[in-house]
C-alpha cells in the first residue's frame, strides 16, 4: 500500500507541471525562441525599430559573398587552430604538474586566478600590457636591447597573435585543472608496474598516461574548439575587431552589424550562420574524437 | 628521476606560475602609483608612496554604483537559477512521468548554443515588452542561461540520493512541497554550494548582456561600466588599475576562502562544450 501511495503522489501531473514549467518555460522564451527568431529575422530588411521587410534568402546570400564576413570565419578559425594547439602545452605542464610534484595542489591554483576574471577586466588589464610607450611588455623588451619593439595591437599582421596570448593566459589554468585532475585519476599500481619494466618517464607519460586520459582530452578539444567559435568580450573590449577588420570574428562582426550599423536584418542572418556553424562543428569534432569504448583501467 | 631533474621541472613549473600571477601584481602596483611614477619609472617598482586616494576617488565617482548594481544582480539570479534549477531537476530526476528524458535533453541542449545567436532577438523582444533598460531583464536573462549548467550539476547529486527517504516521507503523509523544501533541498546544500560559486563567477563577470540591454549608468555592473569608465579616465593610469583591482576582487576574495570549491564547480563546468 506504502509503495502505491508513493507511486501515486510522486507521478502527480500538476505537481510535475509545477516544478518543471518555470524553468522550461523561461528558457524557451529566452533560449530557444530568440534562436529561432534569429533565422528568421535573417530573413528580413530591418534596421531594428522599423518596419520588416521580407526579402527571402538576400541577407545569406549577401553573407556567403561577403568578404568581411569570410574574413571574421577565417580569424575565428585561427584562434580555434590555437587553441587546439596550446593543448598541447597545457597537457605537458600537467604531466609535470601530476609527477610527485610538492606544491601542486597550490600550484593548479595559483595557475587558475586569470579564469577567474571577467574578460572585460583581462582585456583592460592586457591593453596596458601592450601599451607600446609605457606597457610591462615592451618595457621588458626594451629592458633586454630589443629596440622598436611593436605597437601590438595596431599592427594587422600580429594583433590575432597578440589577442592570442591573454586568451591562452586565461583559459591555462582551467585546462590545467581538468588533465590534472584525469592524470591523478590514473592508478598509481598502472605507473609502479610500468617503471619496474624499466619505463622512462617520458615514455610512461607518452605509453602509459597520455592514451589513459584519451577521453579528457578529446572533451577538451571539443571545448577548444567550440569555445574559439564563441570568442567575443576579450576581442571587442582590446581591439573592436580592428585594425582595419584584422581581429574581427564571427560573433564581432555580428554585433557590430546590428548594435552599430543598425542592420539588424544582415546581423541576424550572420547571428544563424554563427549558430548553424558552431552545431555543425561540434558534431563532426565529437564524431571525429568519439570513443570506440570506454578505456578500463 | 635525479634531483636535478626535479629541480629543472620546478623550474618550468614556476615560470609558469610567474606568467599567471605577474601581470595581476603589476596591475596592483601600478593602481597605487601615479601617471609620473608610472612613466618615468621601471614597472616592477614598488610605489614610492601607497596611494590608496586611487581607489576612493573612482569609487566616489561612479565605480560605487556599479559594484552594488553588480551585486544585488548577480545575487538575486543566483538565487532564482538555484531554486528553478533544483526544482526541475528534482521533477526530472525523482518524480514518475514519461516525457522527463526529452525535457532534461531540451535543457542539455542550451549548453551548446552561443548566446550571441540569440542577442538580437533577445533585444527585441525585451523592447517590446519595455524591459531596455531595466535591470530585471539582466537577472531573467541570467537566470535562463544559467540554467541548463546548474543543472547539468545538480543532476549526479539527485540521481543518488535515496528512494527510501522519498518513501518515508511520504507514508507520513508529508506532501511533495514539504518534501522538497524541507528534506530534499537541504540534503543537496554541497552541490548547491557549488553551483553558487559557478553562478556567482558567470554573473558577476559577464558582459555583452549588459552592454546590451543597459544603457543607463544607474543600472550598469561592473564589467560594463568598467568599460566606459576606462574611456573617461584614458590617460590616468592609477585610476583605471585601482578601478579594475575592485571589480576583480569580490571573486578573488571568494576563490581564497573557498578555493577547493571553486575548483569542484569549475570541473563540474567542465563537462559541458
Known sequence: MGLNVMNKVMSNKWIIALYVLPALILIAILIFIPLLLTGYYGLMDWDGIGAMEFIGLENYITALQDLKFWESAWHSFLLAIFSTLSLILYLAISLILASKIKGADLLRKIYLIPMLLSSVAIAQLWIKVYNPSNGMLNHILMAIGIENPPAWLAEPSIVLYAIFIPILWQYAGFYILIYYAALKNIPESIIEAARIDGASPIQIAYRIKLPLIMGVVKVTVVLAIVGSLKYFDLIYVMTGGGPNGASEVMASYMYKLAFTSNDFGYGSAIGFLLLIITLIVTVIVRKVTATKEEIQY | ?273
Open chain 2, 1 to 273: 628521476m635525479g634531483r636535478i631533474g626535479y629541480f629543472f621541472l620546478y623550474i618550468c613549473l614556476g615560470i609558469v606560475a610567474v606568467f599567471q600571477i605577474f601581470p595581476i601584481i603589476w596591475l596592483f602596483l601600478f593602481s597605487l602609483k601615479d601617471n609620473r611614477e608610472i612613466f618615468s619609472g621601471s614597472p616592477f617598482a614598488l610605489p614610492t608612496e601607497l596611494r590608496w586616494d586611487n581607489y576612493f576617488k573612482v569609487w566616489e565617482s561612479g565605480i560605487g554604483t556599479y559594484f552594488w548594481n553588480s551585486i544585488w544582480i548577480t545575487g538575486v539570479a543566483i538565487i532564482l537559477t538555484i531554486l528553478l534549477a533544483s526544482m526541475a531537476t528534482f521533477a526530472i530526476t525523482r518524480m514518475q512521468w514519461k516525457l522527463n528524458k526529452l525535457v532534461l535533453g531540451l535543457f542539455m541542449v542550451g549548453l551548446m548554443i552561443p548566446i550571441h545567436s540569440a542577442i538580437i532577438p533577445l533585444f527585441s523582444m525585451f523592447l517590446d515588452v519595455n524591459l531596455i533598460d531595466n535591470p530585471w531583464s539582466i537577472v531573467i536573462t541570467y537566470t535562463a542561461y544559467n540554467l541548463p549548467i546548474t543543472m547539468m550539476i545538480l543532476l549526479g547529486f539527485y540521481y543518488t540520493l535515496p528512494r527510501e527517504i522519498e518513501e518515508a516521507a511520504i507514508i507520513d503523509g508529508c506532501s511533495v512541497h514539504r518534501m522538497f523544501f524541507r528534506i530534499i533541498l537541504p540534503m543537496t546544500m554541497p552541490v548547491m554550494s557549488t553551483t553558487v560559486i559557478i553562478n556567482m563567477i558567470y554573473n558577476w563577470n559577464e558582459f555583452v548582456f549588459v552592454n546590451t540591454f543597459i544603457s543607463s549608468d544607474k543600472f550598469k555592473t561592473l564589467t560594463v561600466g568598467i568599460q566606459n569608465f576606462i574611456g573617461q579616465y584614458m590617460t590616468d593610469w592609477g585610476a583605471i588599475g585601482a578601478t579594475l583591482i575592485i571589480s576583480v576582487l569580490p571573486i578573488i576574495i571568494a576563490f581564497i576562502f573557498f578555493s577547493n570549491k571553486v575548483v569542484e564547480g569549475i570541473s563540474a563546468s567542465a563537462v559541458k562544450g
